[in-house]
């Protein structure tokens, strides 16, 4: 029977195994179809044939026929998963019958099977015990849904055979052809299992134990097999002590000299099968723990012996929840409190009970052996629920720091891996055992069933305390470095297997062959000088043959004399010892243990890598594949980086879809290929989760770095300004006379200045009493930049020596290193413009000319993110930290993909780089959207950006209050002092040369090119729109000409006549301001100039030809060009409503007004103006200012009309009803004239003009 066993015991576990996954996988279909109407599992399908299942009533057959879906595909694939569930139901009753035949047909003869003497057979028997339970918790879990479908299975069957064969209307019954009757066609074996099992499988099984014949034999001989393991497991329990003995002092086998020969190591690769054979029998046998209630005591006490409950308790406070199978969960606890209120609740039922209680046992009346056994339960269920998180958490701690020195001492030494296989196999499986019970225990699963960890009979007060040690972070990630470094251990096991199969192929020959020899000499000897042996002649021949050195050389070989293969020796030897170990006395204890390190050393010769795999093999991951991923988040952003161990569980996913990792619980090729689709889906997100990380950790590290830098900085200059000004200040102060004697714009400079000095010398203070705070501040974001920092290197550190190994993911990572360079490079640079929604009116509008020159109309704003400043130190700090990253990786060409990026955001899609033609966003601005504007480059929305800036906030119209740039606000156009020390920036803060160089740092000189030819293109839109203006004025400009020298209310009237005059300032502003800015670009790069821009040359030529449509009804009005209107249009400007708003005027000495800007439009639209002669048919005047005397007249020309006109409006001014704030602006536009502007920054060139300065001054001096 027993050798029997060997053969027949692993084939029911392959099939109990099948059976779980088939079953499995069709009950997914049922439970993922839903309760949509369309489908043909409803729960009220299920619930109407469960019923019928249950009570087997006659039914009408047009209620049956009711109750099947209408739908041919619905009803097809109801009838399809019907058939499937029975057939494996059917199988699964059949497998019931037979495992339960062999496993009590064996305990019920008696036997000497322990697990020191036959450690195979003592765990084929005990692991089929435990499928046994686990198969009837799987299926029950289905309860109500597996007896519906074996219901509908049943009335398909009958109705299709009904429906297809014969009637004969004369024999039939008329009953018969209207009910179905379920009892006369179902499987009533099937039926009856179904029903007894349903509701309470454990309850079943305890049943069928107690009331077989044999009941107490079972009974004790299954207890006492199970018991055989408890010094087994307390021994490979406590880890700490383990390592405290040396059992894994890994120093001592550095050397190689050391053989890991310890039996522990081979107990550790039991130690989860132990813990389920134990609750399972338990399970089973729930009275033998009543045996042990009054003599619980230590476990290994000397003062009796050793009893199932002394090793429930120490199991049970170590486990809450049991897999059953995949993610089906049970928690023991509550299962074995059932048992035993069953079992003690109603007393002893029958002397088959009596019998099997201990003689040491309490009365076998309920109330003395129920409180006890239950108080005892709830006891070590509370104790479980306070103290076996932590205790894991050490375990998960020891196993990582054993992984951890293993994959070190295999790098180092590969060879290694011989001496060490054994224990290493122990390692790998107890880090497996750690792995699943953290996915069982603390998996995200538990979210939303969370009384899963509770037990039945314990309150949830007890587990709301225990709560945080089952949802600890570092649980998770413990439990992810697991998972890593044990495939990593894994991969490095496999590449050194070589060396398994040489060590241990001559360890076997010269070896064990020998100590076998000596062993089987010395018994045969000693057999031969006793009377009575165990040993008779046909087994004495067997145990020559295994004294034999040949039967274990595994040398490649052929003929009559090879060698048999090790899978028969093997066999043989499991045969003989199962045939002498119901023998007494049995076998020496030393030989046994001889026999079985032989077994182990022919298997690691013959398929090390099988054995790997069967320790190191994991499939818990994948049916917890929600909390697999929440741990890979983990470690992803550990503090301080956990690259290695990301890169690892990213190649376990990738060796699961490789086949390498099998999943041992899918059978089915259908789910086999759906699990395939779902692990690459799963792979793909991990790989884009990797590559936004190394985004996000470049961002952090960039950001921290500019921070620092700026930080750094701003206290420097702090303290160097701050002296000096005040140096400056204390001088001029000294100095008061002198000063009294400066003109009106020195004396305002130096008042700026001083309030800038008085501004920073409190600031300096403040430095100095608030250093320690900021010194404190600074370290701080020191010790930030090297915690992401080193998580950033070490993430990238492990890709890179991934990358490194000749393999074929090399490409993918580095393709997606480079792509998210690409994207994170793309990301930010784009980020530079941020775009938002805003609350204007969203007018459509058409895209002429330049398609973002009407910005006003459209929803979007345009912002810079920092000053441009910052942002060229930002991406400086970008390219240094893309620079430190893979420089020593030759397969990554970062900067190839540096360049290209900055190449692509310098440009417009649809441009060649080569191209100086303008880039410009091609959908309509009318209907904009932020998810269209997200695929500009940077350029275009630097275009968005200053086409925004140059007319919707500098627009001095009456309409839309005051502008932007009305009051002067020196940072817009001109490079000003920061006065705070955290960095403040304006929408407008790119208008100067600083911030002009800056762009060309980040967009290089092709982008300024595009960006100076979009302004140009701007603003010569704006010059023909503004020529249309003066054409609609002609007459009313002619009669402002003529009334200058007239009385002011005359000049008043004429001026009331301009219907564009509001259009005429908004227009000259916004045209002064683009050539301003436009200008600016060309000090950055000469290429950029505007007098030698093609567009601008063309609207020059354009512009300047005479018009033969003249037209006038009054004096010489026909004669007149409009453009030659401009220098009146430029006086009259002065006189609309928008200037005599005191906001828009600014002092003298400013360089930055709207007056000023309307002044640099004027100078360089002075081409466009003709004097009459030209106008009459002669050569236009050159367009170069200083290349003929021609527009040095017209330039005197329009000083000395404005000059009138600013004469008139400060006579005028002088009445109460007037403001004399035109009048200012106005003579500001006429000092930037006469002034030399190289002291505002030579945006235009007025040498010419320097005649015309003593009539200015003697004009100015005059207002005094």
């Known amino acids: 029977m027993a050798s029997f066993l060997l053969d027949e015991l692993p084939c029911l576990l392959d099939e109990a195994n099948e059976l779980m996954a088939r079953l499995a996988f069709s009950m997914k279909q049922v439970n993922t179809a839903g309760d949509a109407p369309s489908s043909p599992f409803t729960d009220a399908r299920l619930k109407f044939f469960h019923k019928q299942f249950l009570t087997a009533q006659p039914v009408t057959l047009d209620k049956m026929l009711a109750q099947l879906p209408s739908a041919p595909d619905a009803r097809t694939t109801l009838q399809s998963t019907t058939k499937s569930v029975f057939h494996l139901m059917k199988r699964v009753h059949h497998w019931q019958r037979a495992a339960w035949g062999a496993v009590t047909q064996f305990f019920a003869e008696a036997n000497n099977l322990t697990f020191d003497t036959h450690r195979v057979l003592t765990q084929l028997l005990l692991n089929t015990v435990v499928k046994y339970v686990k198969v009837h918790l799987l299926w029950t879990s289905w309860h109500t849904a597996i007896p519906s479908l074996l219901a509908v299975h049943t009335f398909c069957q009958h109705y299709g055979s009904s429906t297809s064969a014969p009637v004969d209307q004369s024999s039939a019954a008329t009953t018969d052809l209207t009910m179905y009757s379920p009892l006369d066609h179902m499987d009533h074996h099937l039926r009856e299992y179904v029903l007894c099992f349903g509701t309470t499988p454990l309850a079943k099984i305890q049943q069928d134990f107690r009331q077989h014949p044999d009941a107490g034999e079972i009974a004790r001989n299954l207890t006492a097999l199970t018991l055989s393991c408890f010094e087994c497991y307390l021994g490979c329990h406590d880890l700490e002590q383990l390592r405290n003995q040396g059992t894994f002092d890994l120093e001592t086998f550095f050397s190689g000299d050391n053989y890991a020969d310890r039996s522990v190591y081979d107990d550790l690769l039991l130690s989860h099968e132990q813990t389920e054979w134990v609750l399972c029998v338990a399970l089973c046998l729930p009275q033998q723990l009543r045996a042990s209630v009054t003599m619980a005591r230590h476990p290994g006490s000397s003062g009796g012996a050793v009893q199932l409950w002394d090793f429930v308790r120490v199991v049970a406070q170590d486990q809450l929840v049991m897999a059953v199978f995949r993610d089906t969960l049970v928690n023991v606890h509550t299962l074995l409190y059932q048992q035993i209120a069953l079992t003690f609740g109603s007393g002893t039922p029958g002397s088959s009970n009596t019998s099997l209680s201990s003689p040491t046992s309490p009365s076998s009346s309920s109330s003395l052996g129920q409180p006890s056994l239950k108080k005892m339960m709830s006891t070590v269920s509370k104790h479980a629920l306070r103290s076996c998180a932590v205790h894991h958490s050490q375990r998960r701690q020891f196993y990582v720091w054993l992984l951890t020195s293993s994959v070190h001492l295999l790098t180092q030494n590969g060879a290694l891996v011989a001496p060490l296989f054994p224990m290493l196999l122990a390692a790998l499986a107890g880090a497996r055992t750690e792995i699943e019970w953290a996915f069982v225990h603390c998996g995200s699963h538990l979210a939303s069933s969370q009384p899963i960890l509770l037990p039945s009979h314990v309150k949830a007060k007890h587990l709301q305390r225990a709560q945080s040690s089952f949802t600890n972070p570092g649980a998770a990630q413990s439990c992810g470095e697991l998972l890593a470094l044990s495939h990593q251990l894994r991969s490095l096991a496999h590449q050194h297997l070589h060396f398994v199969k040489s060590y ?415 880039a410009r966003p091609s959908c309509s601005l009318g209907t904009l959207r932020l998810e269209e504007m997200s695929k500009w480059t940077l350029l275009e929305r630097l275009q968005w950006f200053y086409s925004s800036m140059l007319e919707h906030l500098c627009a001095p119209r009456a309409a839309s209050g005051a502008p932007t740039i009305a009051s002067p606000p020196r940072q817009y156009f001109s490079a000003s002092t920061q006065e705070h020390s955290k960095p403040t920036f304006a929408d407008t803060n790119g208008f100067n040369l600083e911030a002009a160089q800056c762009l060309h740092t980040i967009i290089g000189i092709s982008g300024i090119k595009a960006l100076s030819q979009f302004i140009v293109d701007g603003a010569c839109s704006k010059v023909k729109a503004l020529g249309a203006m003066l054409e609609q004025d002609r007459i009313a400009l002619i009669r402002f000409e003529k009334s200058i020298d007239a009385p002011y209310a005359e000049l008043l009237m004429a001026v009331k006549q301009m219907a564009r005059l509001e259009d005429v300032v908004a227009y000259m502003t916004q045209i002064g301001l683009a050539l301003f800015f436009a200008s600016l670009l060309e000090r950055v790069h000469p290429s950029c100039s505007v007098s030698e821009n093609a567009q601008w040359q063309h609207l020059l030529a354009t512009e300047r030809t005479p018009d033969a449509s003249g037209g006038g009804s009054e004096g010489n009005a026909s004669a007149r060009r409009p453009w030659d209107l401009l220098p009146i249009a430029f006086a009259a400007s002065f006189h609309a409503p928008v200037w005599r708003r005191t906001s828009h005027v600014a002092a003298l000495d400013a360089t930055d007004t709207n007056a000023h800007m309307s002044c640099t439009a004027m100078l360089h639209l002075l081409p466009l103006v003709q004097t009459h002669t030209a106008a009459l048919g002669e050569s236009p005047l050159p367009s170069t200012p200083d290349s003929s005397g021609v527009e040095r007249d017209l330039l005197r020309d329009v000083m000395r009309r404005s000059s009138r006109v600013v004469l008139g409006m400060r006579r005028a001014a002088k009445e109460p009803t007037l403001s004399s704030s035109p009048s200012s602006a106005m003579l500001a536009a006429l000092r930037m004239f006469a002034v030399d502007a190289s002291t505002f920054g030579g945006h235009v060139a007025l040498g010419i003009l320097d005649e015309c300065l003593p009539e200015i001054v003697r004009q100015t001096a005059s207002f005094g």
């Not at 043959?545 to 040949?550: D, Q």
């Not at 700026?752 to 600074?778: C, H, M, P, W, Y």
């Not at 020191?782 to 890709?799: I, K, N, P, R």
């Open 504 to 918: 241990y192929r001559e360890f076997l020959v010269n070896g064990n062959a020998d100590a076998i020899a000596y062993e089987i000499d010395a018994l045969l000897s000693a057999e031969a000088n006793s009377s009575g042996g165990i040993v008779n002649a046909s087994v004495r021949d067997i145990l020559r043959g295994f004294a034999s050195k040949n039967r274990y050389s595994l040398e490649e070989a052929s003929g009559v004399d090879a060698p048999p293969l090790p899978a028969a020796w093997r066999r043989e030897w499991r045969q003989l010892s199962v045939i002498l170990l119901i023998r007494k006395p049995a076998l020496p204890k030393p030989f046994l243990r001889l026999m079985e390190r032989a077994c182990r050393h022919s298997k690691y010769v013959e398929s090390p890598g099988d054995v790997l795999e069967q320790q190191a093999s994991c499939s818990k991951w994948w049916w917890f594949v929600n909390h697999f991923e929440t741990l890979f988040h983990h470690l992803l952003v550990a503090p301080g980086g956990s690259g290695p161990e990301v890169i690892a569980v990213l190649e376990t996913v990738e060796a699961a879809i490789a086949g390498t990792y099998a999943l041992d619980e899918i059978v089915d090729d259908s789910e086999a290929q759906h699990a395939a689709d779902a692990m690459a889906a799963l792979y793909q997100r991990m790989r884009d989760v990797i590559g936004t990380q190394l985004e996000v950790m470049i961002d952090k590290v960039v950001a921290q770095e500019v921070a620092s830098h700026v930080f750094a900085t701003g206290l420097h200059q702090i303290d160097a300004r701050g002296d000096q000004r005040i140096l400056n200040l204390s001088k001029k102060s000294g100095n008061a006379k002198q000063d009294a004697q400066l003109t009106s714009s020195s004396s305002s400079f130096k008042a700026s200045e001083t309030r800038l000095a008085a501004s920073l010398s409190g600031r300096v203070v403040s430095t100095v009493k608030q250093g320690k705070r900021a010194i404190d501040r600074a370290a701080e974001e020191t010790d930030a930049l090297s915690t992401d920092e080193a998580a950033l290197y070490s993430l990238v550190g492990a890709m890179y020596t991934q990358m490194a190994k000749a393999c074929p993911q090399r490409s993918s990572l580095a393709n997606l290193v480079e792509r998210h360079v690409r994207l994170g490079l793309e990301r930010f640079l784009r980020g530079l413009v941020v775009c938002s929604n805003s609350n204007s009116s969203n007018n459509p509008t058409t895209t002429t000319g330049s398609a973002l020159a009407s910005a006003s109309a459209s929803s979007m704003t345009s912002n810079l993110r920092c000053s441009l400043q910052d942002a060229c130190v930002a991406l400086e700090s970008y390219m240094s930290c893309v620079q430190r990253l893979f420089r020593n990786a030759p397969f990554i060409d970062l900067a190839r993909v540096v360049l290209d990026t900055l190449a692509t955001e310098s440009r417009a899609h649809g441009n060649d780089d080569d191209e100086s033609t303008v």
